[in-house]
């Protein structure tokens, strides 16, 4: 699916997107059921320099981005705690790469977002004082994933993460050196758990964090057919988180399988103007929830590679701001993801 670009002067930053090399993956192992994370994986087994400065170049001003972990490259030995610094090596080896100036001007990967397992609790520490020294002074945060529902077909092959896991003292304990060390965290939950990260939020005010993928609505497994009966509750869900001042928001991951849109791996690729219908009502709330300072527009490639290409995803989002003013655009698209993540771009 081949697109006009959209107001193509429109500075973004990318604050969410992800790196990896799969070669044991291959397309003629895809799955029958066409669900989840791991069918993308199988699909984009490679994602790395080349091919994110492919997309980042596809026509959209994109200034920079922030990578997010997704369990690539971690040390093959050492300390099982450690194990997650070496995505964080990796990510900088990249981002040096393009900082170099050789690719062209995006500064890729200006942001580095990695995991540390937080149930560690005072041991976790000294993981993300680790991160910290090996991200060249990228390092900007932690994601320990937190998505869980009781229907495992919900999740998949991806797996859910134990159930409360915010709620654990061992995690928040772990947790409470992120502000200490001037860190952020990314929340991947479910929506009936964005509960989940209000009250981490009113525990740890001090503490920045930004709800990952609009809080991941729901349509598939059990939740099938259900989305429309469940907006209200998400969307209630929403505007309570929204309260908390240390709390952003991503406006993105809905072309994931997730929210079960019938977009997704669909055989003819739909366009941005059916994307921008469909994701419309969840965007809107986000904004008006959060405000443009606290919402920034995300990729979330290649994961969402899943439903459309890079320069159709943002076609998208440009149509479902079409109304907004250019201060709104400027925060939107760039300037919440730069004074989140502390860019210097």
Same mark, same amino acid.
Request: charged share 20%; hydrophobic share 45%; aromatic share 10%.
């Given at each position: 699916?081949? !697109?006009?670009?959209? +107001?193509?002067?429109?500075?973004?930053?990318?604050?969410?997107?992800?790196?990896?090399?799969?070669?044991?993956?291959?397309? %003629?192992?895809?799955?029958?059921?066409?669900?989840?994370?791991?069918?993308?994986?199988?699909?984009?087994?490679?994602?790395?320099?080349?091919?994110?400065?492919?997309?980042?170049?596809?026509?959209?001003?994109?200034?920079?981005?922030?990578?997010?972990?997704?369990?690539?490259?971690?040390?093959?030995?050492?300390?099982?705690?450690?194990? @997650? /610094?070496?995505?964080? !090596?990796?990510?900088?080896?990249?981002?040096?790469?393009?900082?170099?100036?050789?690719?062209?001007?995006?500064?890729?990967?200006?942001?580095?977002?990695?995991? %540390?397992?937080?149930?560690?609790?005072?041991?976790?520490?000294? /993981? &993300?004082?680790?991160?910290?020294?090996?991200?060249?002074?990228?390092?900007?945060?932690?994601?320990?994933?937190?998505?869980?529902?009781?229907?495992?077909?919900? &999740?998949?092959?991806?797996?859910?993460?134990?159930?409360?896991?915010?709620?654990?003292?061992?995690?928040?304990?772990?947790?409470?050196?992120?502000?200490?060390?001037?860190?952020?965290?990314?929340?991947?939950?479910? +929506? @009936?758990?964005?509960? !989940?990260?209000?009250?981490?939020?009113?525990?740890?005010?001090?503490?920045?964090?930004?709800?990952?993928?609009?809080?991941? @609505?729901?349509?598939?497994?059990?939740?099938?057919?259900?989305?429309? !009966?469940?907006?209200?509750?998400?969307?209630?869900?929403?505007?309570?988180?929204?309260? +908390?001042?240390?709390?952003?928001?991503?406006?993105?991951?809905?072309?994931?399988?997730?929210?079960?849109?019938?977009?997704?791996?669909?055989?003819?690729?739909?366009?941005? +103007?059916?994307? %921008?219908?469909?994701?419309?009502?969840?965007?809107?709330?986000?904004?008006?929830?959060?405000?443009?300072?606290?919402?920034?527009?995300?990729?979330?490639? @290649?994961?969402?590679?899943?439903?459309?290409?890079?320069?159709?995803?943002?076609? %998208?989002?440009?149509?479902?701001?079409?109304?907004?003013?250019?201060?709104?655009?400027?925060?939107?698209?760039?300037?919440?993801?730069?004074?989140?993540?502390?860019?210097?771009?």
């Amino acid at each position: 699916m081949s !697109e006009a670009i959209l +107001e193509p002067d429109l500075v973004i930053i990318d604050p969410h997107h992800h790196l990896w090399d799969r070669p044991g993956l291959a397309a %003629a192992t895809l799955p029958a059921v066409k669900h989840g994370f791991e069918h993308v994986v199988r699909k984009t087994p490679r994602y790395l320099l080349d091919q994110l400065l492919a997309d980042t170049g596809s026509g959209h001003n994109v200034a920079a981005t922030v990578f997010v972990q997704c369990g690539a490259m971690y040390r093959k030995g050492g300390p099982a705690a450690l194990r @997650p /610094v070496g995505e964080t !090596e990796f990510v900088n080896g990249i981002a040096a790469m393009a900082a170099s100036g050789i690719y062209g001007d995006m500064a890729a990967c200006a942001g580095i977002v990695g995991h %540390a397992d937080l149930t560690l609790g005072d041991e976790a520490a000294a /993981v &993300l004082e680790a991160h910290i020294a090996a991200g060249g002074g990228r390092f900007r945060g932690i994601r320990h994933m937190g998505a869980w529902d009781a229907d495992p077909d919900v &999740l998949g092959p991806l797996g859910p993460a134990p159930r409360g896991l915010q709620a654990d003292p061992a995690f928040r304990r772990g947790f409470a050196h992120l502000a200490r060390l001037g860190l952020s965290f990314d929340a991947w939950v479910l +929506e @009936p758990q964005i509960g !989940e990260v209000t009250d981490l939020a009113r525990a740890f005010p001090d503490t920045r964090i930004v709800l990952d993928h609009v809080g991941t @609505p729901l349509g598939v497994a059990s939740y099938a057919g259900r989305r429309a !009966e469940r907006f209200g509750v998400w969307a209630a869900a929403i505007r309570e988180l929204a309260a +908390e001042p240390n709390v952003f928001v991503k406006l993105g991951g809905l072309a994931m399988a997730f929210p079960g849109f019938d977009t997704y791996m669909a055989e003819t690729p739909a366009t941005s +103007e059916t994307l %921008a219908e469909d994701w419309r009502p969840y965007i809107e709330t986000c904004i008006e929830a959060f405000g443009p300072a606290r919402a920034m527009f995300e990729s979330n490639f @290649p994961v969402d590679f899943g439903t459309c290409s890079y320069a159709v995803l943002w076609n %998208a989002f440009k149509r479902i701001t079409t109304g907004a003013s250019a201060d709104e655009k400027a925060l939107l698209y760039a300037g919440a993801a730069r004074d989140f993540y502390r860019l210097a771009v």
